[in-house]
């Protein structure tokens, strides 16, 4: 656990300084709208869906980088005229903007994440109506958030997730001239069943707002928010996609009497798509629009992104082992080790670090040979054995029939190292083959798929 915990904190204190270079590099200003109000903040460890959180954490050692573009229409605050007192009608805006983040999972059922929005561009169709836009272009916030999961198995689950916003914005109406970082609450459930899956989130976001940028503002500083958002989403297998449906709304616990034609109640809808490329890598494509004309709803956003995943970078089980009565679907819990049982007659052992790379038989995640050392001792022990099976299944990336044989040459390639290395009998050990059939994990995200790409014994004794 300390070496885990190092480790942990070498990469939290690699984002951390990722996150304190970036307070040295330009930053946006705006004359009066803020970016801490942006509606479209993309997960950090890009489990499940895009905005909205699901309650599973990115498992210890996980690493999960993401990058989003989206282009928003008419998201900018127009004002009326003092002279006319009317809101201009030919004004038009449009938005580029771009999230980069990264999550880390630091213990069982806790992620950390870092995100770093930026703009990227923006277009003013009417300059000389009274409106509201960006006077410079950059990075407009820093945020780093944490989620812990309460209780939970593959098939949904409970957890809490916080978030604090750093303004970088300058002159931001929005925060105020003093104001503090903006701190996020939040509840996080979700369930799954078969390849559908519902999330709904909802939690309270505080602001300690600071005084107007100048007298007379037609912007108020925001006050504090409620915040909810639901999502849903269908997995085709066939096509290694998820469509992916959600809403995302705040509301102001008081509400602000600004004098803009954007109200402080936002709603936004999204429809998309996740397309897995390989085990690591998914990308995202959609488009969004809003509910209610509210700060920073946009007539049509467009987005794309992707996410990238690596590891474990540390915290790799010493003996990763599941006895055959741990039931497929569930959250792992501490392993008994089998390896340390009494022989039985008859023994199933789920071997969950013998995990092969993406598309390969012959690259194996860590070292294969304690671990099959430690199976050559337990066949030894007590009665004689008389067979051993070895099953080998994939995830579902890539299609039935090639992950039938894939699995049948990984499976082979144990057999041949506890021939070749272990000097074990030929004629009593059978590899076979099961490719994608009975996963114990989802396949809808990398560290599932992960664990699908296993290797079990069966050993039968006399």
Same mark, same amino acid.
């Given at each position: 656990?300390?070496?885990?915990?190092?480790?942990?904190?070498?990469?939290?204190?690699?984002?951390?300084?990722?996150?304190?270079?970036?307070?040295?590099?330009?930053?946006?200003?705006?004359?009066?709208?803020?970016?801490?109000?942006?509606?479209?903040?993309?997960?950090?460890?890009?489990?499940?869906?895009?905005?909205?959180?699901?309650?599973?954490?990115?498992?210890?050692?996980?690493?999960?980088?993401?990058?989003?573009?989206?282009?928003?229409?008419?998201?900018?605050?127009?004002?009326?005229?003092?002279?006319?007192?009317?809101?201009?009608?030919?004004?038009?805006?449009?938005?580029?903007?771009?999230?980069?983040?990264? #999550? *880390?999972?630091?213990?069982?059922?806790?992620?950390?994440?870092?995100?770093?929005?930026?703009?990227?561009?923006?277009?003013?169709?009417?300059?000389? %109506?009274?409106?509201?836009?960006?006077?410079?272009?950059?990075?407009?916030? *820093?945020?780093?958030?944490?989620?812990?999961?309460?209780?939970?198995?593959?098939?949904?689950?409970?957890?809490?997730?916080?978030?604090?916003?750093?303004?970088?914005?300058?002159?931001?109406?929005?925060? =105020?001239?003093?104001?503090?970082? /903006?701190?996020?609450?939040?509840?996080?459930?979700? /369930?799954?069943?078969?390849?559908?899956?519902?999330?709904?989130?909802?939690?309270?976001?505080?602001?300690?707002? =600071?005084?107007?940028?100048?007298?007379?503002?037609?912007?108020?500083?925001?006050?504090?928010?409620?915040?909810?958002?639901?999502?849903?989403?269908?997995?085709?297998?066939?096509?290694?996609?998820?469509?992916?449906?959600?809403?995302?709304?705040?509301?102001?616990?008081?509400?602000?009497?600004?004098?803009?034609?954007?109200?402080?109640?936002?709603?936004?809808?999204?429809?998309?798509?996740?397309?897995?490329?390989?085990?690591?890598?998914?990308?995202?494509?959609?488009?969004?629009?809003?509910?209610?004309? #509210?700060? %920073?709803?946009?007539?049509?956003?467009?987005?794309?992104?992707?996410?990238?995943?690596?590891?474990?970078?540390?915290?790799?089980?010493?003996?990763?082992?599941?006895?055959?009565? *741990?039931?497929?679907?569930? /959250?792992?819990?501490?392993?008994?080790?089998?390896?340390?049982?009494?022989?039985?007659?008859?023994?199933?052992?789920?071997?969950?670090?013998?995990?092969?790379?993406?598309?390969?038989?012959?690259?194996? *995640?860590?070292?294969?040979?304690?671990?099959?050392?430690?199976?050559?001792?337990?066949?030894?022990?007590?009665?004689?054995?008389?067979?051993?099976?070895?099953?080998?299944?994939?995830?579902?990336?890539?299609?039935?029939?090639?992950?039938?044989?894939?699995?049948?040459?990984?499976?082979?390639?144990?057999?041949?190292?506890?021939?070749?290395?272990?000097?074990?009998?030929?004629?009593?050990?059978?590899?076979? #083959?099961?490719?994608?059939?009975?996963?114990?994990?989802?396949?809808?995200?990398?560290? =599932?798929?992960?664990?699908?790409?296993?290797?079990?014994?069966?050993?039968?004794?006399?």
């Amino acid at each position: 656990m300390d070496r885990n915990l190092t480790l942990a904190g070498i990469y939290l204190g690699a984002a951390a300084f990722i996150g304190s270079v970036t307070w040295f590099l330009p930053r946006a200003s705006a004359n009066i709208i803020g970016n801490d109000t942006q509606n479209f903040n993309p997960t950090t460890n890009g489990l499940d869906f895009v905005t909205v959180q699901s309650s599973e954490t990115l498992d210890p050692g996980i690493i999960n980088f993401g990058l989003f573009l989206n282009h928003a229409r008419n998201t900018l605050p127009r004002l009326r005229d003092r002279d006319t007192n009317q809101f201009p009608s030919q004004s038009s805006d449009q938005l580029l903007g771009m999230d980069l983040n990264i #999550g *880390v999972g630091v213990l069982t059922n806790l992620d950390l994440g870092l995100s770093l929005p930026q703009i990227l561009d923006q277009k003013v169709d009417d300059s000389d %109506s009274p409106r509201g836009q960006f006077s410079d272009r950059g990075n407009t916030e *820093v945020r780093v958030n944490a989620k812990y999961r309460l209780l939970g198995t593959d098939t949904g689950g409970l957890a809490m997730a916080g978030s604090l916003n750093f303004n970088r914005l300058k002159n931001n109406p929005y925060a =105020g001239r003093g104001g503090r970082p /903006t701190f996020n609450i939040e509840a996080l459930a979700d /369930t799954t069943w078969r390849d559908f899956a519902l999330a709904f989130n909802f939690g309270y976001r505080w602001r300690e707002k =600071g005084d107007e940028i100048f007298t007379g503002s037609p912007i108020d500083p925001l006050g504090n928010q409620w915040i909810a958002s639901t999502a849903a989403s269908y997995r085709f297998d066939q096509y290694d996609t998820k469509a992916i449906a959600e809403i995302y709304t705040s509301w102001p616990v008081i509400r602000a009497s600004d004098n803009t034609n954007r109200a402080s109640t936002a709603a936004e809808i999204l429809l998309g798509a996740k397309h897995d490329l390989s085990h690591n890598m998914a990308v995202h494509a959609g488009l969004g629009r809003e509910l209610s004309q #509210g700060i %920073s709803s946009p007539d049509l956003r467009i987005y794309a992104g992707l996410n990238w995943t690596m590891g474990p970078e540390f915290s790799r089980h010493n003996a990763p082992t599941t006895p055959e009565e *741990v039931q497929p679907k569930k /959250t792992p819990k501490p392993a008994t080790d089998p390896f340390a049982l009494a022989p039985k007659a008859e023994e199933k052992i789920i071997v969950n670090d013998l995990l092969f790379a993406f598309d390969s038989d012959k690259e194996i *995640v860590n070292d294969p040979h304690s671990i099959l050392a430690r199976l050559v001792v337990h066949l030894k022990k007590g009665p004689g054995w008389k067979k051993l099976i070895i099953d080998g299944y994939t995830d579902n990336l890539g299609n039935d029939q090639y992950n039938l044989t894939l699995s049948y040459r990984r499976a082979s390639n144990i057999r041949k190292l506890l021939i070749e290395e272990f000097k074990l009998e030929p004629n009593k050990i059978m590899a076979v #083959g099961h490719g994608e059939e009975s996963p114990i994990s989802k396949n809808n995200n990398y560290q =599932g798929r992960r664990l699908n790409r296993r290797v079990e014994f069966r050993i039968f004794r006399k």
